[in-house]
Nanobody, 120 residues
Framework: QVQVVESGGGLVQPGGSLRLSCATS????????MGWYRQFPKKERELVAV???????NYADSVKGRFTISRDNAKNTVYLQMNSLKPEDTAVYYCNADLIPSDYVRRNYWGQGTQVTVSS
């Protein structure tokens, strides 16, 4: 079985920073793309940032220059450093991993989500 577990969410004041972590564990053959998505109330889940196995990245325009995604392939972990946070960044943040588990069938796996609230 594969598990995707996020951590690091919470309450922060506008202008502050948070660092999200997402650890992937279990019977994994290879991890390809890893990413962060967020969902606002009554809205579709949207892309925040993704990082490929080779380290190439892609960001939503709304977070460029403020958020940085990184990964540690040895630990099967992806991070999201969020700086200069704004109230409109308030959402549930989800981790996604595109990987091949031990049955060699490539799938997408999602974490349970972590709440980020930006408020004074």
């Amino acid at each position: 079985q594969v598990q995707v577990v996020e951590s690091g969410g919470g309450l922060v004041q506008p202008g502050g920073s948070l660092r999200l972590s997402c650890a992937t564990s279990g019977s994994i053959f290879r991890i390809y793309k890893m990413g962060w998505y967020r969902q606002f109330p009554k809205k579709e889940r949207e892309l925040v940032a993704v990082i490929n196995r080779n380290g190439s990245t892609n960001y939503a325009d709304s977070v460029k220059g403020r958020f940085t995604i990184s990964r540690d392939n040895a630990k099967n972990t992806v991070y999201l450093q969020m700086n200069s946070l704004k109230p409109e960044d308030t959402a549930v943040y989800y981790c996604n991993a595109d990987l091949i588990p031990s049955d060699y069938v490539r799938r997408n796996y999602w974490g349970q989500g972590t709440q980020v609230t930006v408020s004074s």
